[in-house]
C-alpha cells in the first residue's frame, strides 16, 4: 500500500489514497447507519433480516475464531513484551508486508468499502481511536455495534486513526507464503499499529484482534489492567463486581441482572480511576436463548443487531436458537444500550468490591460458591478452568477439563502473570472479596447423573455476595482443593453447598474425582511454576 499522505480531506479521500483508487473506482461509505448497511447487505448473498428486526447473516466456512492462525509482527518495538508460544506465534515483517498487499488487492476488487472510524475504551484517558475498513456490509455493522460511537462532534474531529483494522476476510492467505500454515491469518503489527484479516469471514476476529490491541497496549503503555470479564454495579450502593469466566459458564447472562446495571459483557480495563468498558456493545452467545431464562438478552435481538450463523425458518424468518444446524457458536451483536439496565457511559469510577470467577465444572467436584484467599485468586486466575461438555463441540464425547490462563489465553499479549500479579496488586490495595463459583455439576459429575446447578440458586449466592452476608458467613474447608466453603447461603439448600457431603456416587467414587481433577490442576499449573511464588504454587490442590 502506499504512504499515507499527512494532509487528506477526509478518512474516504485518506482510504483511496491508501489502496490507490480513482474517484468511481468505490462507493466508501463511512459511518454508514443502520438502515443504509441493511440495505447493502441484503445485497451480498447468505443475509436477511429476521422476524425480530435484527439481520441475520453468515460467516461462511468458519464460524468461530481460528486461534492458530493469530499471529504477531515480529519487531523490535514490540519483540520483548509479548508472550510468544502458542498463543502469539511470529510473522516476519516480509510476510506481514505480503499479507497487507494482498488484502489492499482483494479491497481494490470491491465496488462498495465501509469505514467505520470508532473508540475502544469507555474512559476518554485511555481509549484509542480505531478503524475499521472492510468490504462486508454485516462487518460495518457489527463493528458499529461493538465498538463505541462517536457524537457527530467527535466524528467529525476524529482525524487519524490510532489503530486500523483491515478486513479482506472474504479473500484468502497465500499458503507459499512464509510462515503461512493455512488460508486463514490474522496479523497485528504494533509497529505500524495495524492488524490485517485474511481467509476468514467471522466477524468476532475483529472484535478480538481489538481486545489483544488492548491487551498489549493498557498494560505496556498505561500500568492499566485488561481484562476478560463482565462488570456490574449496584445500583443504590455503587459496587462493582467483575465477572471472570470461558465460554458457558455464564459470564453474560449473570452480569446482566436486572437489579445491578450492567458496565460490559466481555471486555474490561482497571485503571487507577476504577473500572472502564472496551466496547460499546455486547456480543452474547445465542444456542438455548429463550426468553423465560434471559429477557434482556433476547429482547435486544431486534432492528440494529446482528445475528450470526444462526438458523431460521424461511418462510417466517423466526430464528431457532436451539438449532446447531450450522454451529454451536451462534452469536447476536448489540449495542450495549440495547439492555435496558446498562449503564451508559459505560464505566464507573469506583474499583471492583467483589471478584468472582466462575467455572463450569463437568465433574462436580467444585462447590457452587467458595471464599477465595488472595494466593487462591493468583492460582485460579492463572489457571482459568472450565470443562468442555459432552455434545458442544465436535469429537467431544466425554467431558474434558480444559484451562485458559486469566480466563482468555487466546487473547493476551505479555504472560499470564503479569496480568495476575496486576490483579492482585489492585485487590490487595482496594480490598476486594474474591470467590470461585460453579455454575456446572453438582451432586455427581456430568456423566455420572449429577444435575447442573440451578440459575435461580447461583444467582442466590450473587445476592449474598453483593448484600454482603456471605463474607460475613461460617466457612468448612473442602480437603484437597483448600476452599472455603459456605454452611449456609440464604436460599439455597445447605446440602448442596459442600460436595463432599451431597455426592450420590458414594465416597471413593468422590474422592476419585477429586484427584483426578487435582491432578489436572497439579499438571496444568506446571508451566507456570517456574515464575510463580511459592504461596500461589501451594494455593492449589494438595495431592
Known amino acids: 500500500m502506499p504512504v499515507r499522505s499527512k494532509v487528506l480531506a477526509s478518512p474516504q479521500d485518506a482510504i483511496r489514497t491508501e489502496l490507490a483508487l480513482g474517484e468511481e473506482d468505490v462507493t466508501i461509505r463511512r459511518n454508514a447507519p443502520a438502515a443504509l448497511l441493511y440495505e447493502d447487505a441484503l445485497r451480498e448473498s ?15 466456512a468458519k464460524t468461530g475464531r481460528s486461534p492458530r492462525d493469530k499471529r504477531i509482527v515480529d519487531e523490535p518495538s514490540s519483540r520483548d513484551d509479548i508472550w510468544w508460544g502458542p498463543v502469539n506465534h511470529k510473522c516476519s515483517e516480509k510476510t506481514w508486508l505480503v499479507n497487507r498487499e494482498r488484502a489492499a488487492d482483494y479491497l481494490r476488487t470491491r465496488d462498495h468499502l465501509y469505514i467505520v472510524d470508532a473508540y475502544a475504551g469507555w474512559d476518554p484517558r485511555y481509549r484509542i481511536k480505531i478503524r475499521v475498513v472492510c468490504a462486508r456490509a454485516y462487518h460495518a455493522l457489527f463493528m458499529s455495534n461493538m465498538l463505541i460511537r462517536p457524537t457527530s462532534q467527535e466524528l467529525e474531529s476524529f482525524g487519524e486513526p490510532d489503530f486500523t483494522v483491515w478486513n479482506a476476510g472474504q479473500f484468502p492467505a497465500n499458503t507459499h507464503t512464509d510462515g503461512m500454515t493455512s488460508k486463514t491469518t490474522v496479523d497485528i503489527n504494533f509497529a505500524r499499529m495495524e492488524m490485517v484479516i485474511l481467509g476468514t469471514e467471522y466477524a468476532g476476529e475483529m472484535k478480538k484482534g481489538i481486545f489483544t490491541v488492548m491487551f498489549y497496549l493498557m498494560p505496556v503503555r498505561h500500568n492499566v489492567l485488561t481484562l476478560h470479564s463482565s462488570a456490574n454495579e449496584g445500583i443504590r450502593e455503587k459496587d462493582v463486581s467483575l465477572f471472570f469466566g470461558l465460554s458457558g459458564t455464564g459470564k453474560t447472562t449473570l452480569s446482566a441482572d436486572p437489579a445491578r446495571r450492567l458496565i460490559g459483557d466481555d471486555e474490561h480495563c482497571w485503571s487507577d480511576h476504577g473500572i472502564f468498558n472496551i466496547e460499546g456493545g455486547c456480543y452474547a ?16 435481538i431486534k432492528f440494529g443487531s446482528v445475528l450470526e450463523n444462526v438458523t431460521f425458518d424461511p418462510l417466517t424468518r423466526e430464528v431457532d436458537f436451539d438449532s446447531y444446524k450450522v454451529t454451536e457458536n451462534t452469536r447476536c451483536a448489540y449495542p450495549i444500550e440495547y439492555i435496558p439496565s446498562a449503564k451508559v457511559p459505560c464505566l464507573a469510577n469506583s474499583h471492583p468490591k467483589n471478584i468472582i470467577l466462575l467455572t463450569c465444572d463437568a465433574s462436580g467436584v467444585l462447590p457452587p460458591v467458595s471464599k477465595l484467599t488472595p494466593a487462591q485468586v493468583m492460582y485460579h486466575f492463572i489457571s482459568g478452568y472450565t470443562s468442555k461438555v459432552a455434545g458442544t463441540e465436535v469429537g467431544v464425547t466425554e467431558p474434558e477439563a480444559t484451562f485458559s490462563s486469566c480466563f482468555g489465553q487466546p487473547f493476551l499479549a505479555l504472560h499470564p502473570l503479569h496480568y495476575a500479579t496486576m490483579l492482585a496488586e489492585k485487590m490487595q490495595k482496594h480490598r476486594a472479596d474474591a470467590w470461585l463459583i460453579n455454575t456446572g455439576w453438582i451432586g455427581a459429575s456430568f456423566s455420572s447423573g449429577g444435575k447442573r446447578c440451578p440459575l435461580k440458586y447461583t444467582r442466590a449466592v450473587l445476592d449474598a455476595i453483593h448484600d454482603g452476608s456471605l463474607a460475613k458467613a461460617h466457612y468448612e474447608t473442602l480437603p484437597i482443593f483448600n476452599l472455603q466453603v459456605p454452611r449456609h447461603v440464604r436460599n439455597v439448600p445447605d446440602g448442596l453447598l459442600n460436595p463432599a457431603k451431597n455426592w450420590g456416587g458414594g465416597e471413593a467414587q468422590y474422592q476419585n474425582a477429586v484427584r483426578t481433577l487435582g491432578q489436572q490442576f497439579v499438571a496444568n499449573f506446571r508451566k507456570y511454576s517456574d515464575h510463580a511464588a511459592t504461596e500461589v504454587i501451594c494455593a492449589g490442590p494438595l495431592m
Open 285 to 300: 452467545k445465542c444456542i438455548g436463548l429463550s426468553e423465560e431464562k434471559e429477557p434482556e438478552i433476547y429482547q435486544a
Open 46 to 60: 447468505r443475509t436477511s433480516i429476521a422476524s425480530s428486526g435484527a439481520l441475520i447473516a453468515f460467516s461462511g
